[in-house]
């Protein structure tokens, strides 16, 4: 699978990095881009799923913005993948090497495998259930955030205070880039708004597997089939516990 991101990578992704033409960039929505890299890399590693696993359900986030019936379909499967063919697709389209391909496999409810390729800086993350996270094929677990601040990945939440802990300041606006940041100390937690499948299954379960701690702001468990509800992700069950905590003293706005 990694090879396979690789390669999509190499022919279809990275020719296009600071090459794009206007008429390959558009708005799925205002201010959620999309490029032609984005719909060709996901077409190619859709087929390559479908083809070697013909009984599963291929759920790319483009071919969702098509078709959104999709996400019921994920929701029920009982064998899935996620394609997020460009992850972080503003930073690509603005140049900035922080961009990723992620894939994530699900079975029965349960996220087994998940690999994250970012092209620019040549790092991959790769995890399967209950068998650990690698970094570039050497064991990865989570590192000491120490002082390192809270981050988010929404505007309207940056600079507000996570009560006694800290103010929130910005993400690097991509999962694929967010998720290992926080594995390497660089940030004290992660929070989102929301939970799309192809964003968060890939980077979460590799935390998972490096030793952290995911789940939502109230303290309940992750899902990875619950769809839409705000995630929290830390470095641990200590930090994550008292980010609930602030959170359940002063909601976020």
Known sequence: ?????????????????????????????????VTVADHESEVRITAALAAAYPDALVLGEEAMAADPGLLDAFATAEHAF????????????NGSPDHAVMVAEVRGGEVTRGWIWQP??????????????????????????????????????????????????????????????LIA???????????????????????????GRIGRHDGTDWEPRRLGTPLLATGSAERYDAVVAALARRPLR
């Not at 996620?82 to 389209?93: A, H, L, R, Y």
């Open 82 to 93: 996620t394609v997020d063919p460009v992850d972080g697709t503003k930073n690509f389209v």
């Open 120 to 181: 620019q800086h040549e790092v991959s993350y790769v995890a399967e259930q209950g068998a650990g996270a690698w970094r570039n094929g050497e064991r990865l677990l989570v590192a000491d955030a120490g002082a390192a601040p809270y981050r988010t990945a929404r505007w309207r939440w940056r600079g507000q205070e996570l009560d006694g802990l800290g103010t929130l300041e910005i993400s690097w606006a991509c999962c694929g880039v967010d998720y290992p940041h």
């Open 1 to 33: 699978m990694l090879e396979l991101l690789q390669d999509v990578a190499a022919e279809v992704i990275t020719p296009r990095f600071r090459a794009l033409a206007a008429d390959q960039v558009s708005e799925k929505n205002p201010g959620d881009l």
């Open 185 to 211: 100390g660089d940030a004290a937690a992660l929070l989102y708004n929301r939970s799309m499948p192809w964003d968060h299954l890939p980077g979460g379960l590799i935390l998972t597997e490096a030793g």
